[in-house]
């Protein structure tokens, strides 16, 4: 599916000199790239390379360093604005599709655009299905549009915001931009949303399609832009790459010194004791998953989103109901409750913007001494003296800023909030760790804040369990990283294949080594 | 390290008891004071005496009692719009035993109080084990109560002299000219604030309030929370049926309907008072207070009979509306400070807003 861009055609989408500047971070870096029209642009990267940035830019909802300039089709976008984004033909379908489960495909298309009226304020229920068929109708799917969504197929879900996204009320969409659409779809139903995605390009859109799933971008692209670090790397034509091509070209050549270094600090933890044994884990992702974890051992989760990894953390301590049977050195349990968890010294630390890391409202030292509050307790009153002290040992261990004790959460940034999660179960000196993406949303300092903080706990022999979609803190914090795939542990990567190559492949599971095709029948035995 | 975080360009460190003092610490006591002001002014033959002082602090003490019976439930994020069936019915049930048994006041009081506690399970059977939504359970317990209470009295004001006896005394005794159940109020403020303040429990409390889903994880026991806030409604509520039963030594059906509004007016108003944002006793009390004396100055001035009511209302929109700015997360609040601090904005501050949360989505995987 190559073609040539005749030098007259004028670009879909055409970004100049983008950059964009966090405090602390540079985001994005004089990028500069083309999208043809009706063309599939694949946007690839690692976390934190700035693709997210770069659609956010586009979108209208941050506002680019001084000196960007986008083109769609020859017109200027006005920088900042979601409106006039939309107003000039672009669409966005998120990871989290945006649409409500609750109504019907006819009422969910009808979000986006409004609805059809007559007779001044009435609306027109008619003309609304009529053309929410049509727009199904040139997508090709059928299915009942007067039920709920929410009881729709994943893929006919997508359908659904994808239609209303390619809505033409108010002139066609001319770009269609989607963010990890298949993060949600089995695997069956991926091929039927790439022939939408097909047909949507046949009626002449242009798709910037972001994904980590490099199969797909074989699959489906015809051209991908490449960023790394915040830098344009390169654009290339799909036909004239490989898949090696575009790991190196994702990952870079050298993968970075700082992820390199990582290995020789580790210690050999075979010898040591058994500290977490997981047996027998059920969810509604996850069969039959069983590991063990020894002391001091960082074990790390990966596998795609769907792969029942961003499961598997939350119920090793019951978040949302499990079957397990768990054993730790101070006891045993069996579908543990997050209570009976904390007991036998096995907590959960979600990434900061999580539900559930930790409450907005309340402060820093209430955040800090909530798990563990019944230790301040006399006579059934809090000691303010002992919980003060505490908290002002993990602000200043963790560098927490500002060091005001007071401060509400909300008020933290990302990079501090996660230190206040981390810090508030570290207070309670569990046994094991559980970290679910715990660099998600902070910036490069509190990063490497977060693994030094890690590798000094793992060090004075904390356990921990590192669930990650980011292939980076995998491989610079684990001993040994745990590869999921379609809710079952398919691999077990020790010292001697912990680099992204590896990694990746073993995730996305397809370019398989036969050996590991054969342990994938047996299922992982948990240790070497 | 310092290159990723950037600290919160800090306020200029006020002196400690100025911020105590400050309007956003404590504006009710000014707006109280400003009210005692105007009426003193308005009417000065009729209210600036102490007789006003005491008419307000007997006419409002059940408000009071009302209003911190709510204050856990809402603290710890359910509802209990049941407290004015409870106090109905409460009152009922007391001046039914006065009458028809021999038992001692003191049992009976006792008695009483366990059938608000029985309300108030009956409301945590219903909001935390069948899950109902707590407005609308207890919303249903306060028309059960409600009804009871007419079945109990046969829907008829009980009135006997035995009621008149030691029994009034518990409402109508006496301190420097002071009814006692301002001490009521005064003890059960100080106690709550204490419980919510000093205690774990208190902690959990608010913890469970502001995120249920946090408290679970931390293995803060929410259903006990939930429970033990609701069962203490109804024994509060009872307390004030009794004591509204020993002030006008009578019980009548439906008596205590009046309250529930006034008593979450109250307790919304004295969330913006102090910590913003929480719930507290000493901010309730001090709003039961400050609207009961804008309310009684109005009668005092003759104002026709609707007007207390417009007031209570105005006072409760005004003040919720302020802490609704203050609030950090406040869309109008953080267009303000974006515009002043344009540089300090990280990333993670626009967090909720309906495109940036579902982008944000995006950034996680």
Redesign the interface.
């Known amino acids: 599916m190559s073609e040539v861009i005749s030098p007259g055609d004028l670009p879909a989408v055409s970004f100049r000199h983008l950059s964009k500047t966090f405090p602390g971070q540079r985001a994005l870096v004089d990028v500069s790239f083309d999208v043809a029209p009706a063309e599939i642009h694949a946007l690839l990267g690692e976390n934190g390379s700035g693709k997210s940035t770069l659609i956010k830019i586009l979108a209208g909802i941050h506002h680019p360093d001084a000196g960007a300039e986008i083109h769609v089709f020859g017109e200027q976008l006005p920088l900042g604005s979601p409106r006039d984004s939309r107003r000039l033909g672009l669409q966005f379908v998120h990871q989290a599709l945006g649409i409500i489960d609750e109504l019907t495909a006819v009422e969910n298309i009808a979000l986006g655009f409004g609805y059809r009226r007559h007779l001044g304020r009435l609306i027109d229920w008619r003309a609304q299905r009529r053309k929410t068929s049509r727009l199904l109708d040139m997508l090709s799917v059928e299915f009942d549009i007067d039920v709920p969504v929410g009881r729709l197929r994943a893929v006919d879900r997508s359908a659904v915001a994808i239609a209303r996204a390619l809505d033409d009320d108010d002139g066609a969409c001319r770009v269609l931009v989607m963010d990890e659409p298949t993060a949600a779809l089995p695997p069956t139903e991926v091929d039927s949303l790439f022939a939408l995605l097909r047909r949507a390009q046949a009626a002449g859109t242009a798709i910037i399609y972001v994904s980590h799933r490099l199969n797909e971008i074989l699959d489906l692209a015809d051209r991908a832009t490449i960023l790394r670090d915040g830098a344009l790397q390169k654009t290339v034509s799909i036909a004239s790459t490989n898949r090696a091509g575009l790991v190196d070209a994702i990952v870079g050549r050298a993968v970075s010194e700082r992820l390199a270094e990582a290995p020789a600090e580790r210690q050999t933890t075979v010898e040591s004791d058994v500290a977490l044994r997981v047996e027998e884990m059920n969810t509604r992702r996850l069969k039959n998953v069983s590991f063990v974890v020894r002391t001091g051992e960082v074990v790390g989760i990966a596998g795609l989103t769907g792969s029942g990894r961003e499961e598997l953390a939350g119920a090793l301590v019951g978040e949302n109901g499990s079957q397990v049977r768990i054993t730790t050195g101070r006891g045993a349990a069996v579908n543990p409750t997050p209570r009976r968890a904390k007991k036998i010294g096995l907590v959960l630390v979600l990434p900061n913007r999580a539900a559930g890391a930790a409450t907005k409202e309340l402060t820093i030292r209430e955040n800090l001494t909530l798990p563990a509050l019944e230790r301040y307790g006399r006579f059934g009153l809090v000691r303010r003296g002992a919980e003060l002290r505490d908290t002002n040992r993990w602000i200043s261990s963790l560098d927490i800023r500002p060091r005001d004790p007071e401060r509400a959460y909300a008020l933290l940034s990302g990079g501090n909030q996660q230190k206040v999660a981390f810090g508030k179960w570290l207070n309670l000196d569990p046994l094991v760790l559980v970290a679910e993406d715990p660099t998600s949303g902070v910036d490069v300092g509190a990063r490497g804040a977060i693994y030094d903080l890690i590798r000094a706990q793992a060090a004075k022999g904390m356990s921990f369990v590192v669930a990650s979609s980011d292939t980076e803190d995998l491989l610079a914090l684990c001993d040994r990283i745990l590869v999921l795939r379609d809710g079952e542990l398919v691999d077990e990567l020790g010292p001697d294949r912990m680099d992204e190559m590896h990694l990746l492949t073993s995730i996305v599971g397809t370019t398989e080594h036969p050996a590991r095709a054969a342990s994938r029948t047996t299922r992982a035995e948990p240790s070497p | 390290?310092?290159?990723?975080?950037?600290?919160?360009t800090?306020q200029p460190q006020m002196l400690g008891w100025l911020r105590q003092l400050s309007f956003g610490n404590i504006g009710a006591v000014y707006v109280w004071a400003l009210i005692i002001i105007v009426f003193s002014i308005w009417v000065p033959d009729l209210f600036p005496r102490r007789l006003t002082v005491e008419a307000i602090a007997d006419n409002f003490s059940i408000s009071g009692l009302a209003a911190l019976a709510i204050l856990l439930p809402i603290a710890s994020g359910t509802f209990d719009a049941s407290v004015g069936g409870t106090i109905s019915l409460s009152g009922v049930i007391c001046g039914w035993l006065m009458i028809n048994t021999g038992l001692p006041t003191t049992v009976v009081v006792l008695l009483t109080l366990l059938s608000g506690v029985g309300v108030g399970l009956f409301n945590a059977f219903a909001v935390v084990a069948m899950r109902i939504p707590p407005l609308i359970a207890t919303l249903a317990t306060w028309l059960i109560a409600d009804a009871l209470s007419v079945a109990v009295s046969g829907n008829q004001t009980i009135t006997a002299p035995r009621m008149s006896g030691s029994f009034s005394q518990l409402a109508q005794h006496q301190i420097w000219g002071f009814t006692i159940p301002i001490l009521y109020v005064l003890f059960l403020m100080l106690l709550l604030g204490g419980v919510l303040t000093?205690?774990?429990?208190g902690?959990?409390v608010?913890?469970v309030g502001?995120?249920p889903?946090?408290?679970?994880?931390?293995?803060?026991?929410v259903k006990l929370i939930s429970t033990g806030a609701l069962v203490s409604a109804g024994l509060i509520g009872a307390f004030a049926g009794v004591v509204l039963a020993s002030r006008v030594a009578s019980a009548t059906p439906n008596g205590g309907d009046s309250y529930l509004l006034p008593a979450f007016a109250a307790a919304f108003l004295g969330a913006t008072q102090f910590r913003a944002?929480?719930f507290n006793a000493t901010g309730t009390i001090i709003a039961v207070f400050m609207l009961g004396t804008g309310q009684y100055g109005l009668l005092l001035a003759g104002a026709p009979q609707w007007t207390p009511n417009v007031f209570q209302g105005l006072a409760l929109v005004a003040a919720i509306g302020l802490t609704q700015i203050r609030d950090?997360?406040h869309a109008v609040a953080r267009k303000w400070r974006a515009a002043r601090t344009k540089?300090?904005i990280?990333?993670?501050d626009a967090?909720d807003t309906?495109?940036?949360?579902?982008?944000?989505?995006?950034?996680?995987?």
């Open positions: 390290m310092s290159a990723g975080t950037t600290s919160p800090r000093q205690t774990a429990s902690r959990y608010y913890a502001f995120d889903q946090v408290a679970r994880l931390a293995g803060v026991r944002k929480r950090p997360n540089t300090a990280s990333d993670a967090t309906p495109e940036s949360l579902a982008a944000d989505d995006a950034v996680s995987t």
